[in-house]
């Protein structure tokens, strides 16, 4: 059992930064990929950035890419998100996700997830 807890969300202006973080509770943390997932009311919860476990490379939604930076920590157990340039439209709960055997970035392959954190981003 693998334990996430999200941190850092919050309300923001447009154009403005927030740093999310995601603690995972098992050593073993380095063997799982890492991803952020996020649900805007009425919505399907969505993918947006993942670092795999192994070469650390990185992978981004369209809608994110240049302004949302996912990195990890895994001495610290620990999974970042940092978001520039914040829209209107970047405004969901943002959930942290564990995969062991990742193959695709969808949230049928999380094998846990974290109870997730409000990213509220005003005009």
């Known amino acids: 059992q693998v334990q996430l807890v999200e941190s850092g969300g919050g309300l923001v202006q447009a154009g403005g930064s927030l740093r999310l973080s995601c603690a995972a509770s098992?050593?073993?943390?380095?063997?799982?990929?890492m991803g952020w997932f996020r649900q805007a009311p009425g919505k399907e919860r969505e993918f947006v950035a993942g670092?795999?476990?192994?070469?650390?490379?990185?992978a981004y939604a369209d809608s994110v890419k240049g302004r949302f930076t996912i990195s990890r920590d895994n001495a610290k157990n620990t999974v970042y998100l940092q978001m520039n340039s914040l829209k209107p439209e970047d405004t969901a709960v943002y959930y942290c996700?564990?995969?062991?055997?990742?193959?695709?970035?969808?949230?049928?392959?999380?094998?846990?997830w974290g109870q997730g954190t409000q990213v509220t981003v005003t005009v």
């Open positions: 098992r050593r073993t943390f380095s063997s799982y990929s």
């Open positions: 670092i795999r476990e192994t070469t650390g490379s990185s």
């Open positions: 996700a564990a995969s062991l055997l990742l193959t695709v970035w969808v949230p049928r392959q999380v094998d846990y």
